[in-house]
């Protein structure tokens, strides 16, 4: 029994597993690749330059690796590129890159994301994150891993989202979330730490601990980001502390405010 409909129309170009199930109406383009394992829905389109990997599951009506929503795009081989045990369901939209960044759009493994998410161009999306329903990416943005990201939110342009933050729905996000941070509101304000993430993933008390205190450097000491920056550095260099060094060194929109 064949995997791939007969209404199912294959480029000739494009590259799939032999196992790659392809649902009814679907349409794979020329310069796709498509990893083993991997279930294409019905009335799905995959296009342009895109390279996904093994054990996805895109369910019906998705459109992946579409030309970006770019004015200044002028039709440049940009990419997509899409990791291992993603699950991406119905209506998500997920275009390639621009020459004005890194030319490559990707997102990493074992993500869910929900119905009618769109990621634009050049976003950089980690692994183990949640992205609900209607959650509206513009181009550029950065998100850690494990981050949670509530329903109908709207983050800006070249946002950074960092890991293990949990984002309240219907958020709207101008600035950079560091790093364990939670939250919600339209702008978005940070609340406190994602204690219970931090748990569920593992962190053990002392863990957990060490991110309260790099969260009351930056919201409860009255301090200057930089200055902040300055005392975070001079802590011991646990994982945490250097993850949350990194994402402030990098953030050039600024970070939320309380």
Not at 96 to 110: E, H, I, L, P, S
Not at 197 to 217: H, I, W
Request: net charge negative; glycine share 12%.
């Amino acid at each position: 029994m064949s995997l791939i409909h007969p209404t199912a129309i294959i480029a000739p170009g494009a590259r799939l597993a032999d196992d790659v199930q392809v649902g009814a109406y679907s349409i794979i383009g020329e310069n796709v690749e498509i990893g083993a394992g991997t279930v294409v829905g019905s009335h799905c389109v995959i296009d342009g330059h895109t390279t996904i990997g093994k054990n996805n599951n895109f369910y019906r009506f998705c459109s992946i690796g579409g030309m970006p929503q770019d004015k200044k795009y002028a039709g440049e081989p940009t990419r997509l590129e899409i990791g291992d045990g993603n699950t991406i369901r119905e209506y998500v939209t997920i275009n390639t890159g621009t020459t004005q960044d890194v030319g490559v759009t990707r997102v990493g493994d074992d993500n869910w994301i929900m119905a009618y998410v769109h990621i634009a161009h050049d976003c950089q999306i980690a692994s183990h994150t949640v992205i609900a329903n209607s959650v509206q990416f513009a181009g550029h943005i950065h998100v850690g891993d494990w981050a949670i990201i509530g329903g109908l939110t709207a983050i800006h342009q070249f946002v950074r989202i960092g890991a293990h933050c949990m984002i309240g729905g219907t958020s709207s996000i101008r600035q950079d979330v560091p790093p364990y941070v939670i939250g919600a509101g339209d702008p978005f304000r940070p609340v406190g730490v994602n204690s219970e993430g931090l748990n569920r993933r593992g962190f053990d008390a002392a863990a957990v601990s060490n991110v309260k205190n790099l969260y009351k450097l930056l919201y409860r000491r009255d301090l200057k980001v930089e200055e902040a920056l300055a005392q975070i550095k001079a802590l011991d260099q646990t994982p945490e502390t250097a993850i949350m060094v990194d994402f402030l060194e990098q953030s050039h929109r600024g970070i939320v405010r309380p």
